[in-house]
């Protein structure tokens, strides 16, 4: 089944803390993103991926990194959690050139 | 730069009745895509219909179906036969398809319930 998967679904954590959220896909598309889903802000991007070892940053990049060292992976990494980051985070993917983005089906995270 | 706008927070329909969700957008680029979006309460973000720019017919999907007013920069969805299934946030998102990083850029949402 074609799918983007991310890990874990709900993280609690305390401020400070670095933690990662793992995003993979099957479809072999090049193109990779976050959002993160805040109430009245919809959603906005954090950080994109057109392929293997090209990143870069989207409209909200500020406290996250990214890497993207396989074309099926793109961790989201956060190395000093702050409250504002309390949120909910979807990682996407696409081929290139197609119209559809698929989404995985998001990470509530809750920093205190 | 592009930006969506839902001015509607939340909009209410009697099941089996229609009901219109409003989406207008500002680009200066002539060829994209648009989008509406259901997010059910859990989460998962489900693309309900799409529109390409250069197509001057609506695009339909079941009991789903846009209104789009590409000189005005509007992207309306009308739910027909609403169902206690579609009661659900809506957003309205814009890509233009080419360029390095052709993102969706979304609405804020529209929360619509159903009455029984």
């Known amino acids: 089944e074609a799918q983007v998967t991310q890990n874990p679904r709900y993280l609690i954590t305390v401020t400070g803390k670095k933690l990662t959220v793992t995003c993979s896909q099957n479809m072999n598309h090049e193109y990779m993103s976050w959002y993160r889903q805040d109430p009245g802000l919809g959603l906005r991007q954090i950080y994109y991926s057109m392929n293997v070892e090209v990143t870069d940053k989207g409209d909200v990049p500020e406290g996250y990194k990214v890497s993207r060292k396989e074309k099926r992976n793109f961790p989201l990494i956060l190395e000093s959690p702050s409250p504002n980051q309390t949120s909910l985070y979807f990682c996407?993917?696409?081929?290139?050139?197609?119209?559809?983005?698929?989404f995985g089906p998001g990470t509530r995270l809750t920093v205190t | 730069a592009q930006t969506v706008t839902q001015s509607q927070p939340e909009m209410s329909v009697q099941e089996a009745e229609t009901v219109t969700l409003s989406c207008t957008y500002d680009t200066s680029e002539s060829d994209y895509y648009l989008f509406w979006y259901k997010q059910p309460p859990s989460r998962q973000m489900i693309l309900v219909i799409r529109?390409?720019?250069?197509?001057?017919q609506n695009a339909t999907e079941n009991r789903f179906s846009v209104n789009f007013q590409k000189a005005a920069k509007s992207f309306s969805l009308k739910i027909s036969d609403s169902q206690l299934g579609d009661a659900a946030m809506y957003f309205c998102?814009?890509?233009?398809?080419?360029?390095?990083?052709?993102?969706?850029?979304f609405g804020k949402g529209i929360t619509l319930s159903v009455r029984p």
């Open positions: 998102a814009y890509r233009t398809p080419t360029g390095a990083n052709s993102k969706l850029t």
């Open positions: 996407a993917s696409r081929r290139r050139g197609a119209s559809e983005q698929y």
């Open positions: 529109q390409e720019a250069y197509k001057q």
